[in-house]
Nanobody
Framework: QVQLEESGGGLVQAGGSLRLSCAASVRTFSAYTMGWFRQAPGKEREFVAA????????YYADSVKGRFTISRENAKSTVYLQMNSLKPEDTAVYYC????????????????WGQGTQVTVSS
């Protein structure tokens, strides 16, 4: 059974940075595409970033391009989300997710999810 555990969330001022981590307990981490999603209060969960299993392809929502960077360390079964120049509208619960697709193909391809970590950006 896949388990995903996020960490690194917290309270930060606008313009600050945070680095989220997601540790996966899965047999062959390198075989999976990984993604980050977020959900703000009263809003639907939305895509943030994804990285293919080989790390050769990365994908970003327009709202975070140029500010967020997704990366992975297959030897540690961990995916990261470096978030810079944070804005109050980035405030949300951030979820890590796992897909057995070769590349990012959309929300529906992610079958395993973490519990989420809260990110709050104050103005």
């Amino acid at each position: 059974q896949v388990q995903l555990e996020e960490s690194g969330g917290g309270l930060v001022q606008a313009g600050g940075s945070l680095r989220l981590s997601c540790a996966a307990s899965v047999r062959t981490f390198s075989a999976y595409t990984m993604g980050w999603f977020r959900q703000a209060p009263g809003k639907e969960r939305e895509f943030v970033a994804a990285i293919s299993r080989s790390a050769g392809n990365t994908y970003y929502a327009d709202s975070v391009k140029g500010r967020f960077t997704i990366s992975r360390e297959n030897a540690k079964s961990t995916v990261y989300l470096q978030m810079n120049s944070l804005k109050p509208e980035d405030t949300a619960v951030y979820y890590c997710a796992l897909s057995d697709a070769v590349y990012y193909t959309g929300y529906a391809a992610f079958g395993s999810w973490g519990q989420g970590t809260q990110v709050t950006v104050s103005s």
